[in-house]
DNA sequence: CGGTATCCCCCGCGATACTG
DNA sequence: CAGTATCGCGGGGGATACCG
């Protein structure tokens, strides 16, 4: 955290948000996680020392509480933070305006990691739910379970054990363009790219999800 | 303007804006800076080749506008950057709620500088208006010529040539103060820390500049 | 599991000089 | 004035190993 040696408010804010990695951490905790390993599962190839580095100086600078809980630690955003936070979502809503994807982001682990983030854990019909999703086009990881369960949510790259509740077979771009908003459960499967395999219930909790990104285009509403 | 290979629009956003200095020159774009070296006036310790890149890559992301005028470049925020700008004000508005300032920024000429940019030229009463600010408390540069005029407005080090229409002494802490919004010209001088010897039409101006600052906080308001 | 410690490398950044 | 070129250093960041 080098400052700019200026009073101003955007760069008294920019030392402590501007930096790598940061505003995918403050993302991270605004989604819930709570821990050191969950804030690193949403946040491939961000290093231990790294994340290390930036809670020490975001808890320095007041943007998150740590709470020792026995032998591990909780992290959360303060209020402060929480506003930040607010701060991260309106870029992030210029980034959904502005930005196009490139190829080499679409990483369908990360699409199912944010929306297992995004479901409340206990808004779901059973305590358990388990979807295996096909990722088709591309090589091995390319199966991954998304298990929510009342406890907690999880992607797994490995079977969890547990039988599947549905099936879902798409293509990275696909879940993507589902995920984000774009296409609805159903206008994916009619334009031939995803296939479902689930019971009615399951179908209409997935057909949801898919507008549960903040930054769901508004295409995709009134979707079955 | 590494990426995070993650599709996710905060993290796209932020590989544009969350890097060191680009905030800065988002800030200083929005104030108006049009030209290389306006940019660098208003960012101290920014190299020149930092500047050069990030301006290329704001370009290459749309976010910035190049305008070859004749032998030089004008640049100017686009319809995108423009947005930016405006998430950058939050974050600054974040900062502002937040963050205290330290001693070691507590710059008077950026102070001054970034009050120079916030002043719309021939706004004024006169083609022409040049106040001399003595900093106290501190080793020279401790004069600093305000020079507004309907061409644009500087901030000068050195005495500009032109006669002073009136004087502020006062130590950075105030100067930054009244900048802030924080206390009335009125206040800092009955407090004893800021004395001015202008005319009653320049007082008057130097009493609007001090709630010019978006930032500016409420106290102020209401004072002459 | 929840971090810290260590190491090393690379490149971002800052300084300076140079060109049209 | 508006940049580009070059260069060296520091430290941020990525990988790995290591404790509690």
Known sequence: MRGYGQYCPIALAAEIFA????????RNLYLGCGHFNEILDGAPGLPRSVLSQRLRSLHHA?????????????????????????????LGA???????????????????W???????????????IVVLFHITGRPAPNRFWLVLSTTGNEVCAQAP????????????????RWYAGETGLAAAQRAGGMSVTAPAWLVRQLAGW???NPYAVDSAVGEP
């Not at 930005?99 to 679409?106: A, F, K, T």
């Not at 944010?114 to 358990?128: D, E, F, K």
């Not at 054990?161 to 993507?176: K, M, N, R, W």
Request: proline share 8%; aromatic share 6%; charged share 20%.
């Open 19 to 26: 930096e790598r990695w940061t505003p995918i951490i403050i």
């Open 62 to 90: 007041g943007v998150i509480e740590r709470h020792q809980a026995g032998r591990s630690t909780a992290y959360a955003l303060s209020p402060s933070g929480a506003e930040l936070a607010q701060v991260c979502l309106e």
């Open 94 to 112: 210029w980034g959904a305006r502005w930005r196009s994807v490139r190829p080499e982001d679409q990483d369908p682990y990360l699409a199912l």
């Open 114 to 128: 944010m929306l297992s983030r995004m479901i409340v854990p206990g808004s779901l019909p059973r305590p358990r």
């Open 161 to 176: 054990g547990f039988t599947e509740d549905g099936q879902v077979t798409t293509d990275t771009a696909g879940l993507i």
């Open 210 to 212: 898919g507008r549960l």
